[in-house]
């Protein structure tokens, strides 16, 4: 009787420590002889003594944890990726998400970075479709009307590609209309005052100027009206480097002989019509 009195008092006391076992978890809730699960107790055991280290508490069981160092000098640690935390969004690198050490996209949470849109599947981002006069064209696509490609959001001349429109020429990845000079619309000739538009040869001497020699007359270019003649010498005046010798700038004539034609000239006049 007596051996069975402390059977049943064993048993007793294995079901009241099992009990106090399941209702007395440790300090961070985690049940007795379970791993915790809580951020900062990571890769601990709960035991009679406490939250202990024990490697069997597997780090990587719980989300964004690493096991760092080995046997029982390892610790778990936050799985960052670089400087960034676990469930945090990489700013600089939209739309970078921090999992578990490793940055995948999920553009729903991070959004994504200027010029780019959220695609579809919710988690990248594509580029916002080009906009060539209010047609939309898709990002690596050419544009209808020639020659602009959409690359990166923005439309940039790619003849290479996709061609020229009618009537115009490919220089470079550009295209242009040109002249028989192959200079380019709204470009000067080498040959003056020529200005190629629309593909014609059309003289301009205010925008390209003249020949050495000639004079821009409105769009065209002529020859001097006084010939390379000084108005000085019109007037007999000495030109050139030669000095008068009645002033600066002053001639026989123009100090002298003129004034009495001009007089002559006058009285001359009067007589004929008093006849």
Request: hydrophobic share 35%; aromatic share 6%; glycine share 14%.
């Amino acid at each position: 009787m007596r051996f069975v009195a402390i059977a049943l008092f064993g048993i007793i006391l294995l079901f009241s420590g099992v009990s106090f076992a399941g209702t007395s978890p440790c300090m961070d809730g985690t049940a007795y002889f379970a791993c915790s699960r809580v951020a900062g107790y990571v890769g601990m055991r709960c035991g009679p003594n406490g939250l202990a280290r024990d490697i069997s508490c597997q780090c990587e069981s719980v989300p964004g944890h690493i096991t760092v160092g080995s046997g029982d000098s390892s610790v778990c640690e936050l799985a960052k990726c670089g400087n960034i935390n676990v469930g945090a969004c990489d700013t600089s690198n939209k739309p970078k998400y921090c999992v578990n050490g490793q940055l995948i996209d999920n553009a729903t949470k991070c959004s994504c970075p200027a010029g780019k849109r959220i695609a579809a599947n919710g988690l990248s981002c594509e580029f916002i479709p080009c906009n060539d006069s209010g047609t939309a064209v898709q990002e690596g696509q050419c544009s209808a009307k020639k020659q602009k490609k959409c690359v990166s959001g923005a439309l940039v001349d790619k003849a290479s590609e996709c061609g020229c429109p009618a009537g115009k020429t490919k220089v470079g990845e550009a295209c242009f209309i040109l002249c028989e000079d192959n200079s380019k619309d709204g470009e000067c000739s080498s040959t003056k005052p020529k200005e190629c538009v629309n593909g014609y040869l059309l003289d301009n001497a205010a925008k390209c100027g003249c020949p050495e020699g000639k004079t821009a007359v409105g769009k065209q270019c002529a020859d001097s009206i006084l010939g390379g003649i000084g108005g000085a010498d019109l007037l007999g005046g000495l030109g050139g480097n030669q000095t008068g010798t009645a002033g600066a700038g002053a001639s026989p004539l123009s100090c002298c002989c003129l004034p009495t034609a001009m007089i002559a000239l006058a009285f001359g006049f009067a007589f004929v019509r008093k006849k």
